[in-house]
């Protein structure tokens, strides 16, 4: 049996196994948060080297982009560099392909009609794919990166301007210690209600699920989110806000969708070819074989 694990600097109530059969390969896939202890990521990666199939990064990227620039996230070098033997991945190949390719099987499906929707998109640099696809979409594109990261109220309305300060900042925020840019451990069990302005307005809320949930307000009737991993407790409490249509990128297994670093460590690892090596054209292909399609479930 394959073994893809996830090690996340996330809150450990979120830790979860599934095992699942992927093109006539038996996996079995984990999530083990480390409640925003680095030390301890790296410790459990240096432990598991070279005894799993691949890892995923979880609650932490690699690297953040500025149109067509990447910029390495300092906190983020120790634990890729933790795995000597096993393949290690943050996501970013599927958010590139995958997420992509979300948008477009939804409004092919008629399951939204983008152009015109306005779109809160909390934070695009860790989700260019995303990004990308819904301003080709036509949609009117709110991007809150500096709101919710830096707690600037200043939102971008273009790939233009989010490109030109991502080009500014990314050097500097890029060697900012990550906890300041982005909830883990403990942090990603709270919701302190803020920025709601920008959550009424929108039509749709996109990004990163506890970017959303960190200041996401009470009321969220007839909202659609778009995001990737949510366990059985945050849908109960998106229900309850009132949102109408949730949406993950990556499918259900056994009743939570994992992050795309855990599905990019899936693909990788059935490609059998080094992370480095991998093109977005092989991702797709597997992707193709796979069939894999979002989940879609109306709430309220």
């Known amino acids: 049996m394959k073994r893809v694990i996830s090690v996340s600097l996330g809150s450990s109530k979120r830790n979860h196994v599934a095992e699942v059969e992927i093109l006539g390969e038996q996996?079995?896939?984990?999530?083990?948060?480390?409640?925003?202890?680095?030390?301890?990521?790296?410790?459990l990666i240096n432990e598991l080297d070279g005894k799993v199939d691949a890892f995923g990064m979880g609650g932490i990227d690699l690297y953040i982009w500025a149109g067509k620039k990447r910029y390495i996230l300092r906190d983020a070098v120790p634990i890729a560099k933790a795995a000597k033997v096993t393949p290690i991945v943050d996501g970013s190949g599927v958010k590139n392909t995958l997420e992509r390719r979300v948008i477009s099987y939804l409004q092919e499906n008629k399951?939204?009609?983008f152009p015109g929707?306005?779109?809160?998109?909390?934070?695009?640099?860790?989700?260019?794919?995303?990004?990308?696809?819904?301003?080709?979409?036509?949609?009117?594109?709110?991007?809150g990166d500096?709101?919710?990261?830096?707690?600037i109220p200043l939102p971008m309305t273009s790939l233009r301007s989010l490109h030109l300060v991502a080009s500014v900042l990314g050097p500097i925020v890029s060697k900012l210690p990550f906890s300041l840019l982005y909830p883990t451990g403990e942090k990603q069990e709270k919701v302190e209600p803020r920025y709601a302005k920008y959550y009424a307005d929108a039509d749709i809320v996109a990004g990163d699920f506890h970017f959303i949930r960190r200041y996401m307000p009470e009321d969220m009737s007839g909202k659609t989110i778009i995001t990737n991993t949510v366990t059985a407790d945050d849908v109960e409490e998106l229900k309850k806000r009132g949102v109408k249509l949730l949406i993950t990128t990556t499918p259900v297994l056994n009743g939570r969708s994992f992050g795309t670093n855990v599905m990019e460590g899936v693909l990788v690892t059935l490609a059998g070819k080094p992370a480095d090596q991998m093109l977005p054209a092989d991702y797709l292909a597997l992707l193709d074989r796979i069939g894999f399609v979002p989940r879609i479930e109306e709430l309220n």
């Open 111 to 113: 399951v939204i009609d």
């Open 117 to 143: 929707k306005k779109v809160l998109m909390v934070c695009a640099v860790d989700r260019f794919g995303m990004a990308e696809s819904l301003t080709a979409a036509g949609c009117r594109m709110v991007f």
């Open 146 to 151: 500096l709101i919710f990261t830096l707690g």
């Open 27 to 43: 996996f079995r896939v984990e999530r083990v948060g480390t409640d925003g202890d680095a030390k301890r990521a790296i410790a």
